[in-house]
């Protein structure tokens, strides 16, 4: 069996976004040799996320807008204290909810030596506190 | 649109090149942020709006027995990006302190000159250590920013604003901002800022709660808006503090506190070129 776990950074180049991150995680793919098995995509971060869906930027939008109306940045949030382990308050619980309701990761199989997926689903990293430079984790495990 | 208060600290370009900084910040400065490429500081000021920000270090080396950046290091991200004012620092306890400081402005091309009394263990008004370092800077014709306020380092009593009366008086052609709006004392900085004119305070004060709170526990709850309206719209400098608050958090909180478009404008871009001395006071 091959395992093979990639690091990858993403750049954020905005406050929030959804950035399409499938042709990293198919490349990942590519490079490890596996034929048959299972892609898994996870963010290293708690204030961001990972996200499947159509590739079409109204759902972006739509998803970043929702997502902010389910956890609006001004809601009364008991993380907002100083934290020693940061040195400095914590005013970000809404992208920390955010990130709860999207999830923080993602799998799909592999056949044949690449991604199997419908043919209108992406995988995004979903940036919910930037511009920030990130890191997600993709690891592929079969033979 | 400038940013008068930021810290460099986390730019993993220059950790890379000086491992001594990631200790000294998380150790000395307290914040314990993950590094960042310099990318991310240029994205930041453009999703805030803002076009500049003078970048600080600080120089403890006799107190705390590091620099959170050199005046050269400030000065070589100075010179990769135009986005950046960088102000220089010097150790006060050192004897050459006037000399690094006269280096620093006339060699390196620095603007004004950054201290932190309990870091760098000294007291403003201290008139063997620090005298000599304002008269330097006042030779220079720059400004000074001075800590002021809550500090996670030891000796709070070394930051009490009021600490800076003798020195404004003292140096009356000498510009002083007094940084993090002297919180907790912000009636006393108050006081001040409307007693002397050579003195400025910025607003990069964030210790609990979010920053529109924050900002709106100050300007508002503490001090009335119409006192920053009317008395200090020509005091008032903004600064973020970052990386410990993210600038486009601390542009947003300072909107929202209800000041007219006229004292916006002072505060985000006017008065720090009127403190650089790009531009005349009112």
Known sequence: ?143 | MIDFHTHPLLVEEFVAKDPELLRASQEVFFIRNRLQPLQTFHLELEVSGLQKAIILPVDARSARGCRLFSNEQIAELCRVSGRFIGFASVDPLQRQAPDELERAVRLLGLRGLKLHPSMQGFSPGDREVAYPVYEAAAALGIPVLIHCGMTWAPGCKSVNPMELESVACDFPSLKLVIAHFGWPWVHETAMLLLKYENLFADTSCLYFDAPWEFMRHIFGERLPLTLVERSLRHKVLFGSDYPRVEIKNMVRALRQVGLSDGALELIFAKNALCVLGEREGS
């Open chain 1, 1 to 143: 069996m091959i395992v093979r776990t990639v690091r990858l950074v993403v750049q954020s180049r905005k406050e929030q976004e959804l950035i399409d991150i499938t042709p990293a995680v198919e490349q990942v793919i590519a490079e490890s040799g596996v034929q048959e098995g299972l892609v898994s995509v996870f963010t290293m971060h708690t204030s961001s996320g990972i996200i499947v869906t159509e590739g079409l930027p109204c759902l972006e939008e739509d998803i970043i807008a929702h997502l902010s109306k389910l956890c609006p940045s001004e809601g009364d949030y008991l993380h907002r204290r100083y934290l020693s382990i940061d040195g400095r308050v914590g005013f970000n619980a809404d992208a920390h909810l955010k990130s709860v309701l999207g999830g923080i990761s993602a799998s799909f199989p592999v056949v044949s030596g690449r991604l199997l997926k419908g043919s209108r689903q992406r995988i995004y990293f979903a940036e919910y506190d930037g511009p920030l430079s990130r890191e997600y984790v993709v690891q592929v495990m079969g033979k």
